[in-house]
């Protein structure tokens, strides 16, 4: 894991970043750009945020450094501490819990070896439970960096982190045999959707 600097500052392609979302917002109104400025940063520290990163940020909008911690503390996608090369967020809200999430957290602690909020002592792999992440219809699922994995069981979790621990490219996105979140049989309805589809990977129509 990556001990916390003494100072930061946004590289070259940092600030070209968080100009462009600064951009986005009328002139004397770049505070509202804190939320992506502190994306751009923690992902330029690892994947966390440390102090010195927050105080940048604070100074870059010209806002206090409390209201920026704030921000960075109220959110989950902010991490205030050090996380593993793969952060391992589980899902455990009501759609993935019903579909079997515990499962896929017994099986993520299982093969790492640690629980929700710890880190493997190689570094490697932060395990978190975390609420929604927006993909309920192809629950239950896990969000590691980020890649969605859906449609999952324990085994195929399992395999999953086999995967990358042997710095393979796990299959993303749901596990089972559907695109995206359509229904795993055939469709009951916007079936001209499938000939759609179809052109579209044919490359006949674009997207």
Avoid at 34 to 41: E, F, R, S, T, Y
Avoid at 77 to 102: A, E, R
Avoid at 128 to 151: R, W
Wanted: aromatic share 8%; charged share 25%; glycine share 8%.
């Amino acid at each position: 894991m990556t001990d916390a600097p003494e100072t930061f500052e946004f590289d070259a392609e940092g600030r070209k970043r968080a100009e462009a979302e600064i951009a986005k917002y009328p002139e004397g109104a770049q505070r509202s750009a804190v939320m992506p400025l502190l994306d751009i940063a923690q992902r330029q520290c690892g994947g966390w945020l440390p102090m010195p990163a927050i105080e940048y940020v604070s100074e870059y909008l010209e806002m206090p450094a409390i209201r920026v911690l704030e921000v960075a503390s109220f959110y989950t996608m902010y991490n205030l501490k050090p996380i593993g090369k793969h952060f391992v967020q589980v899902c455990t809200n009501l759609p993935c819990w019903l579909n079997g999430s515990d499962n896929i957290m017994k099986a993520c602690q299982d093969k790492l070896g640690v629980r929700s909020g710890e880190t493997t002592e190689d570094g490697e792999f932060t395990l978190l439970e975390v609420e929604c992440l927006g993909a309920c219809v192809n629950a239950p699922m896990m969000q590691i960096n980020d890649d969605y994995y859906e449609d999952l069981d324990s085994g195929g979790t399992a395999a999953i982190l086999d995967e990358l621990r042997a710095g393979k490219t796990p299959k993303t996105g749901s596990q089972l045999a559907r695109f995206t979140c359509e229904p795993l049989g055939e469709l009951t309805s916007l079936t001209h959707q499938e000939d759609l589809r179809a052109q579209k990977t044919a490359g006949k129509v674009n997207s």
